[in-house]
């Protein structure tokens, strides 16, 4: 019984440390958007994200000329990978070569979630087309789910500008040719 008690006491301090011990778990997050499976095309899609971004943690703007990356909220996979399968799924069927440069893709100081960065379309035929895009979407309420959501909504709205883009270059291909073809008879 004198042993009992000793080692009884010592299992109840270990449990109560554990129980005190602060939660420090990793939470992992993927984009809703790049769960979409992506088409298969005959475009060649070439997709870069800025250096700062091209690392496991989400990026947030702490002051005008500060990131922080988190270190207990980070991507499931890398973001780049999501970024491009999320898009492809949001493109036309097309041929030619898509090259998109994310520049930003961060929370913000003012509660936004801001998606930045540019375009390039090289088609079979005719010159290469292009843009940029600046996206925001606010933040509707605190936390890194939120951002991710927001950050999303951001994303899916610029793919959604480019498929448009590339869209109406498709719909001007064929009524080019289709006009060529009403001359030749």
């Known amino acids: 019984m004198a042993i009992r008690l000793p080692l ?16 420090t778990g990793e939470r992992h997050y993927l984009l809703p958007s790049a769960r979409l499976a992506a088409q298969q095309q005959p475009l060649a899609l070439r997709l870069q994200v800025a250096g700062y971004l091209d690392q496991a ?20 996979e890398p973001l780049e990978e999501q ?29 936004d979630a801001r998606v930045s960065g540019e375009w390039r379309f090289q088609g079979t035929g005719g010159p290469p087309v292009g843009g940029t895009f600046d996206k925001r979407q606010a933040l509707e309420r605190d936390g890194y789910e939120e951002l991710v959501l927001r950050l999303d909504a951001a994303w899916m709205e610029a793919a959604g500008d480019i498929a448009r883009r590339l869209a109406a270059l498709k719909h001007d291909a064929r009524v080019e040719n289709s006009g060529d073809r009403d001359d030749r008879d």
């Open 8 to 23: 009884l006491l010592l299992m109840l301090l270990a449990l109560t440390a554990c129980a005190q011990a602060p939660v």
């Open 57 to 76: 943690g989400l990026v947030l703007e702490t002051g005008p000329a500060t990131l922080t990356s988190a270190r207990s909220h980070r991507w499931a």
């Open 83 to 111: 970024l491009k399968r999320s898009l492809a799924a949001a493109l036309p069927k097309t041929d030619g070569e898509l090259r998109v440069t994310v520049s930003r893709f961060q929370g913000t100081t003012d509660g």
